[in-house]
C-alpha cells in the first residue's frame, strides 16, 4: 500500500490516538494524519517532546491536537480507563488507534539479557497496545468507522539471533491482531490490522544498525501512504491482516 495515493483531507473530522507520538515513525504520522483533517492526540512519555509536536501542528493550521503525557511501562488498567475518559471529555469520540510506541534494549545474545529487560519491552511492545485498545474499545465501537492499527517489526515475524526480548515482544502483536479481529467481527464498524515498516530510516534502525547509511534506507514518509491507508476509510472490510511495507 506504499503506492496509495490519499486525498489531502483522507482523515477530515476523525480523532486519531498516535502513541510514541514525539518521535520516529509515531511523529511522521501524526504530523501526516493532521495535515490530512485528523484531530490527534498525542501521547508519549515525555510532556516537552509533545508540546513541541503540538505546537508544530498549530503552527501549520492543522486541527487542534490534545497532548497526553504517559509512560506506558507503569500505567495500570484504571490509568488507561481514565485516559479514555479524558479523550471523551476533550474531543469527545475515538476513530482509530495507531500504537507507534516501542521499545528495546541494545542487541545482545540471550545468555546477557536480565529478566527485567524482558519484563519492560513486553510490558511497552505487547501490554499496553493491548491494554489501551481495552480501555478504548468502547469509544471505538461507538465511531462510525474505526481503525486499529498495531505497529510490528521485522524480527517479530522472523526470528534472528540478538534481537531476543524485543523480537519475541513484538512476535505477538501478530496474535493480538488476529484475536482482535476475530472477537470483534460483530462490529463492522471496527478493524484492526498489524502494519510491519521494515528497513526504514528512523532513529530505532540508528540504534540497531549504527554503520548503515541513510542514503540506503527509504525514508519514513514512504509509509505514510500506507498508515493512511490502514487507518482511514479506504480499508474498510479488511481486518486481522499483517502487512509487511518495505520486505
Not at 484531530?39 to 505546537?55: F, K, N, P, S, W
Not at 482509530?96 to 545468555?111: D, E, N, Q, R, T
Amino acid at each position: 500500500m506504499n503506492d496509495y495515493l490519499p486525498q489531502a483531507d483522507e482523515l477530515k473530522d476523525r480523532v486519531i490516538l498516535v502513541t510514541g507520538a514525539t518521535q520516529g515513525i509515531g511523529r511522521a504520522v501524526a504530523m501526516d494524519f493532521a495535515s490530512r483533517g485528523a484531530t490527534i492526540v498525542l501521547l508519549a512519555r515525555g510532556a516537552r517532546r509533545l508540546e513541541a509536536v503540538y505546537d508544530e501542528i498549530v503552527a501549520a493550521g492543522y486541527p487542534e491536537p490534545a497532548a497526553i503525557p504517559l509512560d506506558l511501562l507503569t500505567t495500570t488498567d484504571e490509568q488507561f480507563e481514565q485516559l479514555a475518559l479524558q479523550i471523551y471529555k476533550t474531543v469527545g469520540r475515538l476513530d482509530g488507534i495507531v500504537h507507534c510506541a516501542a521499545h528495546m534494549y541494545a542487541l545482545s545474545p540471550l545468555k546477557d539479557q536480565r529478566i527485567e529487560e524482558w519484563v519492560n519491552q513486553f510490558r511497552i511492545n505487547t501490554v499496553a497496545p493491548f491494554a489501551l485498545t481495552r480501555a478504548c474499545l468502547p469509544l471505538l465501537t461507538r465511531s462510525p468507522d474505526a481503525a486499529v492499527v498495531f505497529v510490528g517489526e521485522t524480527h517479530g515475524l522472523k526470528a534472528s539471533p540478538y534481537w531476543g526480548a524485543f523480537s519475541v515482544s513484538k512476535s505477538g502483536l501478530s496474535h493480538l491482531t488476529r484475536i482482535a479481529a476475530d472477537e470483534w467481527d460483530m462490529h463492522p464498524n471496527l478493524r484492526v490490522n498489524l502494519l510491519v515498516p521494515g528497513p526504514v530510516n528512523s532513529p530505532q534502525r540508528v540504534r540497531t544498525h549504527p554503520g548503515q547509511a541513510k542514503s540506503e534506507l527509504p525514508n519514513i514518509e514512504t509509509l505514510l501512504p500506507a498508515f493512511c491507508y490502514w487507518s482511514g476509510p479506504a480499508s474498510q472490510g479488511r481486518s486481522g491482516e499483517v502487512v509487511e511495507l518495505n520486505s
